[in-house]
T-cell receptor, first 118, second 111 residues
Framework: AQTVTQSQPEMSVQEAETVTLSCTYDTSESDYYLFWYKQPPSRQMILVIRQEAYKQQNATENRFSVNFQKAAKSFSLKISDSQLGDAAMYFC???????????????FGGGTRLMVKP | DGGITQSPKYLFRKEGQNVTLSCEQNLNHDAMYWYRQDPGQGLRLIYYSQIVNDFQKGDIAEGYSVSREKKESFPLTVTSAQKNPTAFYLCASEQGNQPQHFGDGTRLSIL
């Protein structure tokens, strides 16, 4: 079974600065997907960014980018020019590729609470 | 707009009572999922369904039941066998390799 670990329960960043959230995972599969989800106080789960394991290029979405290190099984999220609206819980998640016939379920890490200071 | 609707937003359960959480999607997605979230923790999978009239247990299925009679609906029943049901419940749907879409959740509490 896959496991996802987020070692930072809480992080804080000054507005307009950059912050990196860590995520490591354990798997024996060669192909899979990784995600970062944001959960603001409203509790809605919002997809931030997605990475396919077979792609070497790191995914980027505006101010959000990832550092995907497949050999190290590491998938960190970098938030640039942090804004007050970025304050939320951030969850890293793993999903097997369809070829593994694992039902497409997501395995989540325990989350990192990000606080943004004005 | 297409999306996932969960109801009710808040739900209270009495001792020994079964309660059902609703999840409806109009995205025409084949797969649907139920997750439980405890305070300060990540999501854990309760049940999932990849196709109508079929579903599988997730990591924490004990004390829960589901049905998938229609593509758009995947209700979750929290039975009296679930001794610690207080949590936030999230429903999600998915099509193919696209990321899962989530509903806004239901918060269940014990009276």
């Amino acid at each position: 079974a896959q496991t996802v670990t987020q070692s930072q329960p809480e992080m804080s960043v000054q507005e307009a600065e950059t912050v990196t959230l860590s995520c490591t995972y354990d798997t024996s599969e060669s192909d899979y997907y990784l995600f970062w989800y944001k959960q603001p106080p409203s509790r809605q789960m919002i997809l931030v960014i997605r990475q396919e394991a077979y792609k070497q290029q790191n995914a980027t979405e505006n101010r959000f980018s990832v550092n995907f290190q497949k050999a190290a099984k590491s998938f960190s999220l970098k938030i640039s020019d942090s804004q007050l609206g970025d304050a939320a819980m951030y969850f890293c998640a793993y999903r097997s590729a369809p070829l593994h016939n694992a039902g497409n379920m997501l395995t989540f890490g325990g989350g990192t609470r990000l606080m943004v200071k004005p | 707009d297409g999306g996932i609707t969960q109801s009710p937003k808040y739900l209270f359960r009495k001792e020994g009572q079964n309660v059902t959480l609703s999840c409806e999607q109009n995205l025409n997605h084949d797969a649907m999922y139920w997750y439980r979230q405890d305070p300060g923790q990540g999501l854990r999978l309760i049940y999932y369904s990849q196709i109508v009239n079929d579903f599988q247990k997730g990591d924490i299925a004990e004390g829960y039941s589901v049905s998938r009679e229609k593509k758009e609906s995947f209700p979750l029943t929290v039975t009296s066998a679930q001794k610690n049901p207080t949590a936030f419940y999230l429903c999600a749907s998915e099509q193919g390799n696209q990321p899962q879409h989530f509903g806004d959740g239901t918060r269940l509490s014990i009276l």
